[in-house]
């Protein structure tokens, strides 16, 4: 591995790796299978993206949009549910989370969402059910790890009838994970969601940001505004840290300015695929391949994030320990 110059500044937490959607470069995301697989690959926490169901449970998917994590298409018992609807601004069809019972989600099976790129993983579609927030939690809390659950268009849900804040804060209090020593990090890439979480508990909040675009709930003008000087001291006021994308991080500014902010930083994702990496990391060029992950990873290290989301939890924890033997 090339050598990367070391971080002179401290970091403000330890270290962690948070298992993206679970081992999601090798199982089906957002699976009981994918979150065991990361967990004992070493990861800190697992992460479910929590969406509602008709009857107001939280299920783990990465979008309300089912259509493409499970065999919903193949039942022809749901076929009129299929529907076009717009969240975030943006029309999406097909199958939704808020038109099903938990009971009749869990005859679903998930499958993989990128097949061409993990065709390993493709091989267990059909394997696994739809996971609840109390699943998760339950696995969670039996192997002692925590748990780094994302509200997915919080602004869309309450709009139609399902707030999700009084809801998580609810759930989370049944699992006695109801304050700041709790193993869990809430995180959004809206405000308000945040700001209303802020209200209701002490369990550590992370605002979510991307190199571009702004909010979906319009309570700030674009990311980029959030992370100068001012924004990031807004954000102090009801987070404990910042979620960016994994290319913000890179020269290690943010992470300095984030850090004199008293904010921890997390970004995300790091996966090996060479399809999702800088054309510097590849190995060959089949974008199907792994390539120097762990390198980018690295950098990301070095630049003093606290932490870090990744498709592939061994490679990570991998990393951090070649970090560490470094430093």
């Not at 909040?205 to 979906?216: E, F, K, N, V, Y």
């Amino acid at each position: 591995m090339a050598k990367q110059p070391i971080v002179k500044q401290p970091r403000l937490s330890p270290l962690i790796v948070i298992a993206h959607r679970g081992a999601s470069g090798l199982r089906p995301e957002h699976t009981i299978a994918g979150y065991t697989l990361a967990i004992e690959q070493g990861a800190d926490f697992i992460e479910p993206d929590l969406v509602l169901t008709k009857d107001n449970v939280f299920v783990a998917r990465h979008e309300n949009n089912i259509t493409e994590t499970t065999d919903v298409a193949r039942h022809a018992e749901f076929a009129d549910r299929k529907t076009s609807k717009t969240i975030d601004g943006e029309k999406h069809t097909g199958w939704f989370t808020e038109d099903f019972t938990l009971a009749e989600l869990k005859t679903l099976r998930a499958k993989e969402r990128l097949p061409l790129l993990r065709p390993d993983s493709a091989k267990y579609d059909g394997q696994f059910t739809v996971p609840t927030l109390d699943e998760v939690i339950a696995l969670a809390k039996k192997h002692k790890v925590g748990i780094y659950p994302e509200t997915k268009h919080p602004s869309y849900f309450a709009s139609i009838g399902h707030p999700m804040e009084a809801r998580l804060v609810t759930e989370l209090k049944k699992a006695g994970w109801d304050n700041a020593d709790a193993p869990v990090f809430i995180q959004s890439f809206e405000v308000d969601n945040l700001k209303r979480l802020k209200g209701m508990t002490t369990v550590k909040l992370i605002q979510l940001m991307a190199s571009s675009g702004g909010p979906a709930d319009g309570a700030a003008a674009s990311y980029q505004a959030m992370i100068t000087p001012a924004g990031l001291q807004a954000i102090a006021a009801y987070a404990y840290g910042i979620g960016p994308s994994k290319d913000m991080v890179v020269d290690g500014t943010l992470v300095s300015a984030a850090h004199g902010a008293g904010l921890r930083v997390h970004p995300w994702t790091f996966r090996a695929e060479n399809y999702f990496l800088p054309a510097k990391y590849w190995s060959g060029i089949n974008p199907r391949a792994h390539g120097r992950v762990e390198e980018e990873i690295a950098q990301a290290i070095n630049a003093g994030v606290d932490g870090y989301f990744t498709d592939f939890p061994a490679i990570g924890v991998a990393a951090r320990a070649a970090a560490a033997k470094e430093q």
